[in-house]
């Protein structure tokens, strides 16, 4: 008798933003692999694992509200009314002081980071069943800031709060909200040379940095009617950075 795990998202119907590279492909593979039904809004096209899997792909910039619009609206056309969004497209600024920074800079972190989980929690519930589930991809960056690092950890703080905000908007259709904010992953994002690999394997109590596979149960969790009584919620994923430093850490730095 197959009994079907109570993880299950079989016949979901799933959107992800940036789900062509990085955690959003892994989220795609996986959420496949379970046998939903995935749409990846993304200016880049899937590889072909994600396509010969069934994935539908949805060429969408989200910070153009009307590409968002389409987005969702061809999404249902060919998945079905949703059931889950995961909105992960972002990206980092250059690593300038706040006091030398580039506001033409700032304008493109902020209109990715920002407008574009502002237009998918702004447009994306009236495509979704109530009792679905919406998860953002903030990061701890948001939680926690560092030097060089002003624009990516006020968008990603203003990530985290317009998601709370969502979450007690739509309560009472049963559409959960919640944000992962994950530590330093291996992605394209961040290369190998990358400080934040080295860094990683000192600052995180499990002492090396995360892979994509590290984040995906997370998301399938959350998407699951598992965590049908989790709003609101911001899920820390980094390997216990912000829970403190090892001695042999500290005297390093005192060094």
């Given at each position: 008798?197959?009994?079907?795990?109570?993880?299950?998202l079989?016949d979901?119907?799933i959107?992800?933003?940036?789900?062509?590279s990085?955690i959003?492909l892994?989220q795609?593979?996986?959420?496949?692999?379970?046998?939903a039904?995935?749409?990846?809004?993304?200016?880049?096209?899937?590889?072909?694992s994600?396509?010969?899997?069934?994935?539908?792909y949805?060429?969408?910039?989200?910070?153009?509200?009307?590409?968002?619009i389409?987005?969702?609206?061809?999404?249902?056309q060919?998945?079905?009314?949703?059931?889950?969004?995961?909105?992960?497209?972002g990206?980092?600024?250059?690593?300038?002081?706040?006091?030398?920074?580039?506001?033409?800079?700032?304008d493109?972190?902020?209109?990715?980071?920002?407008?574009?989980?502002?237009?998918?929690?702004?447009?994306?519930?009236?495509?979704?069943?109530?009792?679905?589930s919406?998860?953002?991809?903030?990061?701890?960056?948001g939680?926690?800031?560092?030097?060089?690092?002003?624009?990516?950890?006020?968008?990603?703080?203003?990530?985290?709060?317009?998601?709370?905000t969502?979450?007690v908007?739509?309560?009472?259709?049963g559409?959960?909200?919640?944000?992962v904010?994950p530590?330093p992953v291996?992605?394209?994002?961040?290369?190998?040379?990358?400080?934040?690999?080295a860094?990683?394997?000192?600052?995180?109590s499990?002492?090396?940095i995360?892979?994509?596979?590290?984040?995906?149960g997370?998301?399938?969790?959350l998407?699951?009617?598992?965590s049908?009584?989790?709003?609101?919620?911001?899920?820390?994923?980094?390997?216990?950075r912000?829970a403190g430093?090892?001695?042999?850490?500290l005297k390093?730095?005192?060094?």
């Amino acid at each position: 008798m197959d009994i079907a795990s109570p993880f299950s998202l079989q016949d979901k119907s799933i959107l992800i933003t940036g789900g062509s590279s990085g955690i959003g492909l892994g989220q795609c593979l996986r959420f496949l692999q379970e046998r939903a039904k995935v749409a990846v809004a993304d200016i880049q096209t899937p590889p072909p694992s994600a396509l010969a899997g069934g994935a539908h792909y949805l060429q969408c910039d989200v910070t153009q509200r009307e590409q968002v619009i389409h987005a969702l609206q061809h999404a249902v056309q060919r998945i079905g009314v949703l059931d889950v969004i995961i909105h992960n497209a972002g990206k980092p600024g250059t690593g300038a002081h706040l006091t030398e920074s580039d506001e033409e800079v700032l304008d493109g972190v902020v209109a990715l980071n920002f407008y574009g989980t502002y237009y998918v929690l702004k447009y994306g519930p009236q495509y979704m069943h109530d009792g679905g589930s919406i998860v953002t991809t903030a990061s701890v960056a948001g939680l926690q800031q560092n030097e060089g690092f002003f624009d990516y950890s006020a968008t990603k703080a203003a990530t985290i709060s317009m998601t709370k905000t969502a979450a007690v908007e739509l309560g009472l259709r049963g559409i959960r909200c919640n944000a992962v904010a994950p530590g330093p992953v291996r992605t394209p994002m961040l290369p190998p040379g990358h400080v934040l690999n080295a860094l990683a394997e000192n600052l995180s109590s499990l002492g090396r940095i995360a892979e994509v596979e590290d984040l995906v149960g997370v998301y399938h969790f959350l998407a699951s009617d598992q965590s049908k009584y989790i709003t609101g919620h911001t899920l820390i994923v980094d390997g216990g950075r912000l829970a403190g430093f090892r001695t042999s850490v500290l005297k390093r730095l005192a060094n």
